[in-house]
């Protein structure tokens, strides 16, 4: 019960870390193909 509890504790918490991530490699890979 513990292990499943902590896990979901730390899945709650990840995905808008992992989110700001993506918005950053998103945008950065727009802006390259706007250079050209």
Do not use: C, H, R, W
């Amino acid at each position: 019960m513990l292990p499943s509890i902590s896990i979901n504790n730390t899945s709650a918490t990840y995905p808008e870390s992992i989110n700001e991530n993506n918005n950053d490699e998103v945008n950065g890979l727009v802006q390259e193909l706007k250079t050209f």
